[in-house]
């Protein structure tokens, strides 16, 4: 007697492009200890994000094959209770971490850092911890440097750290980084493997990743022109921007960039809104389907088609041209499509959804599709 067994058939291979977040990024709070003249984060807002709430997010995000988490603020240090919290759970599902980002300068003394940092340790961060070092903070470089010593001391890792640092250019901007390798008695070199800055000295490695500063939010006072007369190169939001970064208020946005905060850019809220829910708003979405499926360039032709003369010129910085189309009101000119767009709180896409009906498109993890990026089923950059 011969017995066949049902093959379950192949589910449809999902279009070359859309948004298939790959990371969790958690800004707890916006609070911090240092008002950067560059900074387009609202350090004013006083919420902190509840923390039951943000592991349950997390778990959902698990189940959905999302597998990488990374924590930003504001200054996240100030609220080290949701950082273990969150890192104990990520670490017992399995969570690959990526960068805690920092100041290195909200300690007391070497004491109080040695014990948040063990803290953070011991509930098994394994990710890298990110200064941001711009010639904007006015930190005291001796502080850091004690930062960096008690961490690189905690963590037993010489590429524990990374730096962040915004200019206009990767060769520009690096004075304060030269002066943290004085102070480390390191040095500041380039690498042509890595096509980055190095900080290396017998105790650390420190890869500097470059942010292309832009005339955003309290920056739009700093002198520069951000329209640099040459045109971004189209990325598809492929890199940071196929990631949920969830804000102290539990909006969330698929952008970690200089227009992370508009509402025109929340795809839900944890409070309310299942991660099922929210990416499948995000893929309705009259700007994030857009920029994810056709790209910036999309919008930038649909506003250039309707009028040729509605931007001051032409920029290199895809994140500054996001902010600004969306930030001014000019692709809401162009399409009419935001006049969807409610005030943020809540499930704010019933509108679309309703409209559009539920996208077809499959969820990471789900049964239709990649099962996300620890099974190959997303590209990495």
């Not at 292309?212 to 045109?231: K, Q």
Request: charged share 20%; hydrophobic share 40%.
């Amino acid at each position: 007697m011969s017995t066949s067994v049902y093959k379950r058939p192949a589910p449809p291979e999902p279009p070359a492009r859309m948004f298939r977040p790959r990371m969790v990024q958690l800004a707890p709070l916006y609070q911090c200890n240092l008002a950067c003249p560059h900074c387009c984060v609202p350090i004013e807002w006083p919420d902190r994000l509840d923390i039951p709430t943000a592991v349950r997010f997390l778990e959902q995000a698990h189940q959905a094959g999302i597998g990488t988490i990374g924590f930003t603020g504001g200054e996240p240090f100030l609220y080290p209770e949701f950082l273990n919290a969150l890192t104990a759970r990520a670490a017992e599902l399995g969570f690959r971490f990526d960068k805690l980002m920092t100041n290195g300068v909200w300690h007391r003394d070497a004491e109080h850092a040695t014990a948040v940092l063990s803290d953070l340790r011991d509930a098994g961060f394994s990710g890298k911890i990110g200064l941001s070092v711009d010639k904007f903070h006015g930190m005291d470089i001796e502080k850091l440097a004690e930062f960096c010593r008690v961490t690189r001391a905690v963590f037993a890792r010489d590429t524990i750290l990374s730096l962040s640092y915004a200019s206009r250019a990767p060769n520009k901007g690096l004075e304060p980084i030269k002066r943290l390798a004085e102070a480390l008695d390191g040095v500041v070199e380039w690498s042509k493997v890595l096509g980055r800055y190095l900080l290396v000295s017998d105790d650390f490695t420190m890869t500097a990743c470059w942010n292309h500063l832009a005339t955003v939010e309290r920056a739009e006072e700093l002198p520069g022109d951000s329209w640099d007369g040459t045109w971004f190169e189209e990325d598809y939001c492929e890199g940071p921007g196929q990631a949920l970064i969830v804000n102290p208020k539990g909006e969330v946005k698929p952008c970690c960039g200089f227009a992370s905060d508009l509402d025109q850019l929340t795809i839900g809220n944890i409070y309310t809104d299942s991660l099922e829910q929210i990416v499948q708003f995000a893929r309705n979405h009259p700007v994030v389907g857009t920029v994810f499926r056709d790209g910036l360039t999309a919008i930038r032709d649909e506003i250039l088609a309707r009028d040729p003369n509605a931007l001051p010129g032409a920029t290199s910085n895809h994140c500054y041209f996001c902010w600004y189309v969306l930030a001014k009101g000019i692709y809401a000119q162009t399409t009419g499509k935001l006049e969807l767009l409610p005030e943020h709180g809540g499930s704010q896409w019933a509108k679309i959804v309703a409209e559009k009906g539920k996208t077809a498109l499959p969820l990471l993890g789900d049964d239709q599709g990649p099962k996300g990026c620890g099974s190959g089923g997303c590209a990495q950059k």
